[in-house]
């Protein structure tokens, strides 16, 4: 056989394993798990419409059957690859130039106040002897102009594209289930723009940080997180060193959100051990408060961490003296003296505490550098306190505001066999008979994010502001980025809900039906194929089963046909709504376009939206 028809045949033998071989590789883990929903007694349809209601923030119309259609398992494992194509999101998030932005390049562009003034002055455009004296309107003005001609915008700019952008992808991502374990994990390991030193270095925490890692390794997560300069600063670590300065000690477990924020707050003397960071990362990010860790674990594991800080970033930034250092020395050579560059990372000896410690038993030997807090970390991570803490967390989220302890113990076996894989554990959880039982259905109580999110996606809304929706949420009670506690928000339903914020949930549904928040479309006709119900009962009942599909709605239509005869609902929830304000960019459009029977429908739908059965998932 001639060299060139033996090359030929060679390749296409090669082509052809490799064919066969994608074709068992692409094959998901879908066919070594099966969901037990049969057994819990529930239809294909009802399981296929359980998961949606946990694994994404809401069915829209036609995904329950396009579920069945790929499968139920194969469409769970489809959303924890999380890699489905998002097209159409992309498009719409191209207009938010900032959001992609490196902190280096925020820092730049987005400078705080203070920077800004510092600049101003250094640059001649403003006299410092001026400041803060004088006409302010005109000194504003001088600030503005300076901004403007040198590129550079508030920050609160930034903030709000970032959370437009939160809006849009829970509202239109193809991989929803990625977009709630972003929600999840940040809130887990919750930083705050309220702590304005470390708000500008959020969209990259949850971009860079978060959303890459969700199903990932736990350890790498965590790794991840406690470098990153949004929890560095937010947690007060990036200034640690030396020993520790004496402050009272309470026991943290006792602590609610608002003591911890004090405590946060306390100030130490320059150059002192911080002990904010260690103490959360072991009670909140992977022992919890029964982990069995004591005030010393605390104090050593804070010793071990130090040196941990931020790289310079910005022309003026943070870390501006390190630049100076790191330009004349070298970065090469300060490798060589200990130091650890990695990205907007950095460690530096010259601030770590060299002595010996013991952590949890663990002795960390002395002149050990970056290396033990490596160790450290990953010590938490593979802690079996941590697999219990974590799994148990999981469970709360998606299963039950009091998960089963025998589900408890399942996933976290998954977690310890498995080294913290997220995705394993997720899969343990699901494919549970604990998840499927008829006490786990609609048992969660939507958080006013996701009641928000939930309801324009089972009315198939166009959003053009989303700023709008945010304003809202926020008078819900969940002003999403701005919980100041490093607990994150609570994840049970107790918390979310009382008369005040039915109340406001009942306005927001009929405030969204009756199209009165700016930026926000929806065509309620065409979510019935354009057939006008004969009555307010009939379309009760047909429009309960589109927005909340395989329910048994009974009990719930019953409930509400009182309502349909409440009069001058309508005009309530627009003096309702009025009354909550408008800061924070939330208005009521007055629509005098929808006619008497629009109104109706759209005060059935309000309803629908703020019934008891909506608020479950």
Avoid at 87 to 96: G, N, P, R, V
Avoid at 104 to 123: C, F, G, Q, S
Avoid at 401 to 417: A, G, N, V, Y
Wanted: some cysteine; glycine content about 6%.
């Amino acid at each position: 056989m001639k060299a060139p028809i033996r090359i030929f045949f060679s390749f296409l033998f090669v082509l052809f394993f490799t064919i066969l071989f994608s074709s068992f590789q692409g094959e998901p883990m879908s066919l070594k798990f099966k969901f037990p929903y049969k057994q819990a007694g529930l239809t294909e349809r009802q399981a296929a419409a359980h998961l949606l209601s946990r694994f994404t923030y809401g069915a829209s119309i036609g995904d329950v059957d396009a579920v069945l259609k790929i499968g139920l398992e194969k469409w769970f494992m489809q959303q924890l690859e999380g890699d489905l194509q998002d097209e159409a999101l992309d498009t719409i998030l191209s207009q938010f130039d900032d959001i992609n932005l490196t902190n280096t390049e925020v820092e730049n562009k987005y400078p705080r106040a203070a920077r800004v003034l510092r600049m101003a002055i250094k640059d001649g455009t403003i006299n410092k002897d001026s400041v803060n004296k004088g006409d302010q309107v005109a000194y504003r003005k001088q600030i503005k102009s300076y901004m403007e001609m040198n590129g550079l915008k508030a920050p609160q700019e930034l903030y709000r594209q970032f959370i437009n952008q939160k809006i849009l992808r829970a509202t239109y991502t193809n991989n929803q289930l990625r977009e709630l374990l972003t929600d999840f994990w940040f809130n887990h390991f919750n930083v705050s723009i309220i702590k304005n030193q470390c708000a500008p270095f959020i969209p990259a925490f949850e971009r860079d940080v978060i959303r890459p890692n969700v199903t990932g390794k736990f350890s790498d997560l965590l790794l991840a997180t406690a470098k990153s300069p949004a929890m560095l600063i937010y947690l007060d670590n990036f200034n640690s060193s030396g020993q520790p300065v004496p402050v009272a000690q309470k026991d943290s477990s006792l602590m609610d959100g608002e003591t911890r924020v004090k405590k946060m707050q306390v100030k130490k003397k320059q150059g002192g051990l911080n002990e904010n960071y260690a103490r959360e990362v072991m009670e909140l990010h992977t022992l919890g408060v029964d982990g069995g860790y004591t005030q010393n674990d605390v104090t050593q594991a804070a010793r071990v961490l130090t040196g941990w800080t931020i790289a310079p970033m910005g022309e003026e930034g943070y870390g501006s003296a390190m630049k100076k250092l790191m330009d004349r020395v070298g970065i090469d050579n300060l490798e060589k003296q200990g130091f650890v560059h990695q990205g907007d990372f950095l460690f530096v000896p010259t601030k770590h505490d060299n002595g010996e410690k013991t952590v949890l038993g663990k002795r960390f030997s002395a002149n050990g550098g970056y290396e033990e807090g490596v160790t450290l970390l990953t010590m938490l991570a593979h802690n079996p306190s941590t697999a219990k803490f974590i799994s148990k967390k999981i469970a709360t989220r998606f299963v039950s505001d009091q998960p089963s302890p025998k589900l408890i113990d399942k996933m976290s076996k998954t977690f310890i066999k498995t080294n913290g894989d997220i995705k394993q554990v997720l899969i343990t959880m699901v494919s549970s008979s604990e998840f499927w039982n008829a006490d786990a259905l609609r048992e969660k109580t939507k958080s006013p994010f996701e009641l928000a999110i939930s309801a324009v996606r089972s009315l198939d809304a166009k959003i053009t502001q989303p700023y709008q929706l945010f304003s809202w949420i926020s008078k819900m009670g969940q002003k999403m980025y701005y919980y100041q506690a490093p607990t994150g928000f609570p994840d049970r339903g107790q918390y979310w809900i009382n008369t005040g914020a039915l109340l406001s949930r009942m306005n927001f549904g009929l405030a969204l039906a009756s199209q009165r928040i700016p930026g926000v479309k929806i065509d309620l006709e065409a979510l019935n194929n354009n057939h006008e119900p004969e009555s307010a009962e009939a379309a009760l009942t047909t429009y309960s089963k589109i927005i909340m599909p395989e329910r048994n709605l009974d009990a719930t239509i019953k409930r509400l046909k009182p309502l349909l005869k409440e009069s001058d609902l309508d005009k309530k929830v627009e003096k309702a709504a009025n009354t909550m304000g408008n800061d924070d960019g939330m208005a009521i459009v007055k629509n005098d376009k929808i006619n008497k029977k629009g109104s109706e429908l759209a005060q059935v739908v309000g309803i629908i939206l703020g019934s008891p059965e909506f608020q479950r998932k």
